[in-house]
C-alpha cells in the first residue's frame, strides 16, 4: 500500500517561488512514477506534469514549461515540486499522485492529501 | 480549454442509474480512468482501463467507451455517491494527460 504524506499550507507573495514535498511510504520512489495535478478554488483538476516511464523523462504540460522542475530524492523517497513566478492564479492546492500504466491504461491510483498554496501581496 | 468534455453537472433520483460521459479524440486511442472527489477531500481512482475497480471500489461503479465517448455508470445510486467525477486520459498530442472538466452529481 503506497502512502504520500505532503508538506503542509503555504503563503507566498507575487514572483515568489514555492517547493512542495510528497514523502512515500510503503514503497520506493524509484518503484513510482510521480506525477502532479493541482486544483484551483471552485475549479477542476489540472495536470502539471510526472515521470514518463516510457521515456524515462519528467514531462511538463505546456501551461507551466519554465516555471517548474519536479525533482526526487531518492534516498529520502522524498519528490518535490516547485513553482517560480508565483501569480495569484497560481493559489490552488497540488496534489502529487502515482501513475500506473499498462498498453494503453492510465491512471492515477495513490493520491498525497493535498498542498493548499495561497499567492498574495 | 479541455481536450476532454465533460457535462458540468447531471443528477440523479435516489437508487437510480446515472451515466457520466466524457468525451475527446484521445479517447479512441486511450481509456479513460475515472475520479471521484468530494469536498476538501483528494480524488479518489474509481474506475480505470477497460473497466476495472480498484479495491474497495463498490461494484455499482462501472465503466465503459465507445468511439470518442468514455462513459462511467452508477447503478443504484447512494446518497454518498453525491460528488465531482473526474475523467482522465492522455492528450491527442501523445504522453501527456489530461483532465475533464468535471461533473458534479447530485443524488436527488
Known amino acids: 500500500q503506497v502512502q504520500l504524506v505532503q508538506s503542509g499550507a503555504e503563503v507566498k507573495k507575487p514572483g515568489a517561488s514555492v517547493k512542495v514535498s510528497c514523502k512515500v511510504s510503503?514503497?520506493?520512489?524509484?518503484?513510482?512514477?510521480m506525477h502532479w495535478v493541482r486544483q484551483a478554488p471552485g475549479k477542476g483538476l489540472e495536470w502539471m506534469g510526472g515521470f514518463d516511464p516510457e521515456d524515462g523523462e519528467t514531462i511538463y504540460a505546456q501551461k507551466f514549461q519554465g516555471r517548474v522542475t519536479m525533482t526526487e530524492d531518492t534516498s529520502t523517497d522524498t519528490a518535490y515540486m516547485e513553482l517560480s513566478s508565483l501569480r495569484s492564479e497560481d493559489t490552488a492546492v497540488y496534489y502529487c499522485?502515482?501513475?500506473?500504466?499498462?498498453?494503453?491504461?492510465?491512471?492515477?491510483?495513490?493520491w498525497g492529501q493535498g498542498t493548499l498554496v495561497t499567492v498574495s501581496s | 480549454s479541455s481536450e476532454l468534455t465533460q457535462d458540468p453537472a447531471v443528477s440523479v433520483a435516489l437508487g437510480q442509474t446515472v451515466r457520466i460521459t466524457c468525451q475527446g479524440d484521445?479517447?479512441?486511442?486511450?481509456?479513460a480512468s475515472w475520479y471521484q472527489q468530494k469536498p476538501g477531500q483528494a480524488p479518489v481512482l474509481v474506475i480505470y482501463?477497460?473497466?476495472n475497480r480498484p479495491s474497495g471500489i463498490p461494484d455499482r461503479f462501472s465503466g465503459s467507451s465507445s468511439g470518442n465517448t468514455a462513459s462511467l455508470t452508477i447503478t443504484g445510486a447512494q446518497a454518498e455517491d453525491e460528488a465531482d467525477y473526474y475523467c482522465n486520459s492522455r492528450d491527442s498530442s501523445g504522453n501527456h494527460k489530461v483532465f475533464g472538466g468535471g461533473t458534479k452529481l447530485t443524488v436527488l
Open positions: 482501463g477497460k473497466n
Open positions: 510503503g514503497y520506493t520512489l524509484t518503484e513510482l512514477s
Open positions: 484521445s479517447l479512441r486511442s486511450y481509456y
Open positions: 499522485a502515482t501513475e500506473l500504466s499498462s498498453s494503453s491504461v492510465y491512471y492515477f491510483d495513490y
